[in-house]
Structure formats: C-alpha cells, structure tokens
C-alpha cells in the first residue's frame, strides 16, 4: 500500500488558497452527508463510485481527499495512488477538521 501524505485543512488553504490553483478537492462521502455539509470548491464522487469515475479525475491535478474524518479518505488517496494518480494527498480530518480550522459555517455532524 502506498503511503499518502495528509494535509490539514488549514495547510491545504494555506497551498491552495484559489480553486482554480491546479488542485481538485475529492470529496468521497454519501450523498446524505453532502447535504448535511458542504465544501464548495469540492468535487463529490461517493467512495463507492470512485473506481468506475476515475476518467472524471485529472491525474495531471494535486489530488486531495475528504471524507468525515480522514479515513474512508486515506482508503480511497492510497487506492487513487495504486492507479496512477502521483499528486495525491488525505485531508487530516475530513470535513469535520474544515468545520474547526476554516469555515465554522459548515454543520458539524
């Protein structure tokens, strides 16, 4: 298994302060969670969906990972790394650490 560097929130703000700096954020979580919070600039492809959605990712872009909490995130960054994804990185704590460090807007659940 590939090892997938993490990155907080506030260090992926810090790395890419524009959505348009040549990242895609992956936002892996079910469509129910979506609707309980939300970060924008994310791309949403539900963790069970990402193996037959891998065209809809550009392996040239970063490539950082959410969940909830960083875990079913990790899974997928080290599965996206497996299939030649080489900028790939897990966002330590998921949504829940974006709610704490940057946008204490977004729900907490």
Not at 59 to 71: E, Q, T, Y
């Amino acid at each position: 298994m590939p090892v997938v560097p993490e990155l907080t929130p506030t260090e992926f703000c810090r790395r890419w302060p524009h959505a348009s700096d040549g990242v895609t954020l992956l936002d892996v979580r079910e469509h129910d969670e979506l609707e309980l919070a939300a970060v924008p600039r994310a791309v949403h492809i539900p963790m069970r969906e990402v193996p037959g959605r891998l065209a809809e990712l550009d392996a040239g872009k970063s490539l950082v990972v959410m969940c909830h909490s960083g875990g079913r995130s990790r899974r997928v960054a080290e599965y996206l790394a497996q299939n030649g994804f080489e900028q790939v990185f897990n966002l330590a704590g998921g949504i829940d650490a974006w709610a704490d460090e940057v946008d204490p807007r977004i729900p907490r659940y």
